[in-house]
């Protein structure tokens, strides 16, 4: 039997359409605080967030998130924060060594931890929230808007709010497809069939190959959503970001 927090954490679903209902300051600031005590590098919390909710920066910012997060009420925009670090270090008379890729991924888990503790609490307030996958197509852009210094670089960004529907749930892979006992257990053909099975057999996922004309549900990844000349020119310009954010230094 599950208890109420692995029956909070199974009851997860994605959430894009939400009530024009504002997000309260102090259930705002209750949810942030839950998220600053997730576990972290050294305890230096080498992370950010910035609550966007005025209209017009919300529009700006959905517009760079290609539409996404619209009607939401909150945009939240997570990101690796190594000039709060710095500035304390320079300001004791200390180097300042973490503008570089061990600490920007170093960050990167900070801040992912920070984020999913934070979705946590807002599902326990009601509220709820969608996981936008474009902050890292428009870096600079976000980062711009933002008004974010040299040593602040975007990764995570969250739409949230008050549901105005109820969410369905989303089809997960089986245990057996992630876990593995001791070591890593490589895929046999009939392993991956098996664990994929799930997803190709998904209602939304059929009628998305459907309309899509594709073979199976791998090409709508690989030829329409993530296809790889996209995937290497978003690398390049996260690259060029990262070194402009001073977070590639040697």
């Known amino acids: 039997m599950k208890n109420s927090t692995e029956k909070l954490l199974c009851a997860h679903a994605t959430v894009r359409q939400y009530q024009e209902k504002a997000i309260p300051d102090d259930v705002m600031g209750r949810i942030i605080e839950c998220g600053s005590r997730a576990s972290n590098t050294g305890n230096m919390q080498l992370y950010s967030v910035i609550v966007t909710q005025e209209a017009e920066r919300r529009k700006a910012l959905s517009d760079l998130h290609f539409g996404q997060g619209a009607s939401a009420p909150a945009l939240l925009t997570v990101c690796v924060d190594v000039n709060r670090y710095h500035h304390w270090c320079r300001q004791r008379g200390c180097d300042e060594p973490y503008g570089n890729l061990l600490w920007f991924l170093s960050g990167l888990v900070d801040a992912s931890l920070f984020a999913q503790n934070l979705c946590v609490a807002a599902e326990s307030e009601g509220l709820g929230f969608c996981y936008l996958g474009t902050v890292m197509y428009n ?109 590639m230094d040697q």
């Open 139 to 247: 870096t600079e852009a976000i980062a711009r808007l933002l008004e974010l210094p040299k040593g602040v670089v975007p990764v995570i960004a969250l739409s949230m709010g008050y549901p105005a529907t109820p969410a369905p749930l989303s089809e997960r892979l089986p245990m057996e497809g992630i876990m593995h006992r001791e070591v890593y257990h490589d895929y046999s053909d009939s392993d991956i069939d098996r664990i994929h099975e799930v997803r190709e057999n998904f209602p939304f996922n059929q009628e998305m190959v459907r309309q899509n004309g594709t073979r199976n549900l791998a090409e709508i990844f690989t030829k329409i959503r993530y296809p790889h000349k996209a995937n290497v020119d978003i690398s390049n310009a996260l690259l060029q970001f990262l070194h402009q954010a001073g977070m």
